[in-house]
């Protein structure tokens, strides 16, 4: 079965930390898909990355960058010199082909001013 | 370009009625996806269709159905409602079957009382 688990469910952080938001995933399939998603407050989800599982390259855009380790099976994600517009609820999300979607529980990251 | 747009945004009904919520995907987006936001399960797949077809389904009773039409416009319905379908339901649409690739975009939701 699939499992998608955010051990920390709420993180707050004074404007321009840095942040690491844990993901870790369990699945017995070798080809899948990892996402992190962005809830803003106003409930829609933003997609901000997938990696798929052949892909162990860390990637960076701008002030966030993500971290895949396959041998711990985690998807970690960073957001670096944090801002107020980054307060939102993060999903990590797993696909694996033709199956369903399996989101985690979500951290709620609250950057303060 | 326009976003994917839910209706109605907010609705209350009480235990066992039905309610139908609709979704528009973005233009050229042939596949709809459906997911439950509560506090207590978290985010979870209902179903996805794609042109027209239901290609997968998540672990929802059957009071749980959905339909796209041919201009991929998306319907779900409830039926005989229960208190503990009060939630966010959210609709997202993508190019390719969304559930395999993730790039999904994400409407507002339709926020369910039931009362």
């Known amino acids: 079965a699939q499992k998608v688990t955010q051990a920390q469910t709420e993180i707050s952080v004074v404007e321009k930390e840095d942040v690491t938001l844990d993901c870790v995933y369990e699945?017995?399939?070798?080809?899948?898909?990892l996402f992190w998603y962005k809830q803003p407050p106003s409930g829609e989800l933003v997609f901000l990355i997938r990696?798929?599982?052949?892909?162990?390259q860390n990637e960076i855009s701008g002030r966030y960058s993500w971290n895949f380790q396959k041998s711990t099976s985690s998807f970690n994600f960073t957001i670096t010199a944090s801002q107020v517009v980054d307060s939102a609820v993060y999903f990590c999300?797993?696909?694996?082909?033709?199956?369903?979607?399996?989101f985690g529980p979500g951290t709620r990251l609250s950057v303060l001013p | 370009k326009a976003g994917v747009t839910q209706t109605p945004r907010y609705l209350i009904k009480t235990r066992g009625q039905q309610v139908t919520l609709s979704c528009s995907p973005i233009?050229?987006?042939?596949?709809v996806s459906w997911y439950q936001q509560t506090p207590g399960q978290g985010l979870q797949f209902l179903f996805e269709?794609?042109?027209?077809?239901?290609?997968n389904k998540g672990n929802f009773p059957g009071r749980f159905s959905g339909r796209q039409f041919s201009n991929s416009r998306s319907e779900m319905n409830v039926s005989t409602l229960e208190l503990g379908d009060s939630a966010l339901y959210l609709c997202?649409?993508?190019?390719?079957?969304?559930?395999?690739?993730?790039?999904?975009?994400f409407g507002e939701g339709s926020r369910l009382t039931v009362l």
């Open positions: 999300a797993l696909s694996n082909y033709g199956q369903n979607f399996v």
């Open positions: 990696r798929n599982s052949f892909d162990e």
């Open positions: 699945t017995r399939d070798t080809t899948y898909y």
């Open positions: 997202a649409s993508s190019l390719a079957s969304g559930v395999n690739t993730g790039e999904l975009f």
């Open positions: 269709y794609f042109s027209e077809t239901q290609r």
């Open positions: 233009s050229g987006h042939r596949s």
